[in-house]
Every structure is written in C-alpha cells, then in structure tokens.
T-cell receptor, first 111, second 113 residues
Framework: RKEVEQDPGPFNVPEGATVAFNCTYSNSASQSFFWYRQDCRKEPKLLMSVYSSGNEDGRFTAQLNRASQYISLLIRDSKLSDSATYLCVVNPVDSSYKLIFGSGTRLLVRP | DGGITQSPKYLFRKEGQNVTLSCEQNLNHDAMYWYRQDPGQGLRLIYYSQIVNDFQKGDIAEGYSVSREKKESFPLTVTSAQKNPTAFYLC????????????FGPGTRLTVT
C-alpha cells in the first residue's frame, strides 16, 4: 500500500462547480498534512496546511479525518484558473522534516 | 525577494556525462532537499540536508551526489551511473521547526540522450 494515495482523476468540472478530492495515508501517527498545487511543468506551491480538524481559506476548505486516515480538499465556485494538479502531502511523525507526496489529482475546470 | 532559485531551467546532456544542477535559497532555511519527478508520478526524494556539511540519502540516491558547503547552496550532481537521468528535478527548502512546509524552486528539466 502506498504511504499516500490519491485518485489521479482527471476531474472535469464546469466553472462555478464545487469539487472535492480525497487522500488517504497509511501512517496513523502522522501529524502534519498539506495540500500543494502544481501547474503543468511548474514547481509545486503550498496551497494549504491542514491541522487538527481542518481549515478554510476563501473558496478552499481542507478537512482531516484521523479515525479514517484521510484528508480532503473542497473547492467551491471553481474558476478556470483552478485547473492544476493537487498534491496531498503528509509529514510522518517518525521523520519530522521529510514529507511524503501523493501522485496528485488533476483538475480541469471548463468554461 | 526571498526565494529559491535553480539553474538552468532546461539542460541537455549526452549519455555518460556528469552534470551539476544548481540550487540556491535566501530564505535562511536550515534544510534543503532534492526531488525527482517523472511524468504522471509523484515526487521522489533523492537527497536532503539539515545542516552545512551534512546530508542524507533519500529514497533514490543511487547515481546522484550532493554537497552542502554553504547554508544557501545545495548542488546536485547527476552522474553517469544514474540509469534513467531524464526527469524534472526540484529543489526545496524548509525550516527545521514549526510545520515543516517545504518551498520549491522552479525546477530544472534535464534531458539526457
């Protein structure tokens, strides 16, 4: 089983739609979680950090479910500019600085 | 502006040649990392360093070497021993306290023929 698993997509949604991605992780002791955004042929950029029960930043909401070992990312009112690959990233507790990256979920927002 | 720079953006080499990728940061971060990304795949850790003159192998270190002579710099050498060197190489840095978010440079796309 992979340490971090994501549905690769693509998720193809119309502008204005709400879309949600899930990510599961295998290490139950993991402490820190992040969502990164990666545009085609560019570097990943930090979108949100996810702590305790989750957090919200504008149209983006991240949730953490420790019991089921998954985190989610909800995007409301999708924009064309949201089209990208979203990477789920986990910090295993046994290595305080190393991050484990999921393979990413691709989102396409159409006009 | 604070950030991470990588050069060059594109690099072409012949098989059998060693090549060194540059990574510099002015964020005053202690830790630096090198990742490799292949099409449709996630990031894989090559090497990382927490402090000057010290570094550790990541998950796919074979065929690569690094140095950390200055806090700001963490160059990666792709040697001729690396069997499949063509890839997108990403350098990142982070603090060693707090939430450990990593910040990435723009990457170097290496093609070996």
């Amino acid at each position: 089983r992979k340490e971090v698993e994501q549905d690769p997509g693509p998720f193809n949604v119309p502008e204005g739609a709400t879309v949600a991605f899930n990510c599961t992780y295998s290490n139950s002791a993991s402490q820190s979680f992040f969502w990164y955004r990666q545009d085609c042929r560019k570097e990943p950029k930090l979108l949100m950090s996810v702590y305790s029960s989750g957090n919200e930043d504008g149209r983006f909401t991240a949730q953490l479910n420790r019991a089921s070992q998954y985190i989610s990312l909800l995007i409301r009112d999708s924009k064309l500019s949201d089209s990208a690959t979203y990477l789920c990233v986990v910090n295993p507790v046994d290595s305080s600085y190393k991050l484990i990256f999921g393979s990413g979920t691709r989102l396409l927002v159409r006009p | 502006d604070g950030g991470i720079t990588q050069s060059p953006k594109y690099l072409f080499r012949k098989e059998g040649q060693n090549v060194t990728l540059s990574c510099e940061q002015n964020l005053n971060h202690d830790a630096m990392y090198w990742y490799r990304q292949d099409p449709g795949q996630g990031l894989r850790l090559i090497y990382y360093s927490q402090i000057v003159n010290d570094f550790q192998k990541g998950d796919i270190a074979e065929g690569y070497s690094v140095s950390r002579e200055k806090k700001e710099s963490f160059p990666l050498t792709v040697t001729s021993a690396q069997k499949n060197p063509t890839a997108f190489y990403l350098c990142a840095s982070s603090m060693l306290s707090g939430s450990y978010e990593q910040y990435f440079g723009p990457g170097t796309r290496l093609t070996v023929t």
